[in-house]
């Protein structure tokens, strides 16, 4: 099968970073460097090794979120936090 994309050197770097035993995570790039798609990766990764687990993608606008991680392939978003104000 070949290849679908392959991790940049800087993303390998963030998934080696949030299989560590680091709590906290800050990512830092310029727009569409692929730090949202990294992190979709590695959190669906964890997911399936955590049956039962739940877990999010959060942002202050839903607009964020979907600009960012829904239109991945694969990933779906959807909004079930409250408005706000």
């Given at each position: 099968?070949?290849?679908v994309f392959r991790y940049t050197e800087a993303q390998k770097q963030a998934l080696a970073a949030a299989g560590g035993a680091a709590v906290h995570l800050l990512l830092y790039g310029g727009s569409r460097s692929g730090k949202s798609f990294?992190?979709?990766?590695?959190?669906?990764?964890?997911a399936l090794k955590?049956?039962?687990?739940?877990?999010?993608?959060v942002?202050?606008?839903?607009?964020?979120?979907?600009?960012?991680?829904?239109?991945a392939r694969g990933c779906s978003a959807s909004r079930t936090a409250p408005?706000?104000?």
């Open positions: 099968m070949p290849d990294a992190l979709c990766c590695a959190l669906v990764v964890r955590s049956p039962g687990s739940r877990h999010a993608v942002r202050r606008y839903f607009s964020a979120v979907h600009a960012s991680t829904a239109k408005r706000s104000g």
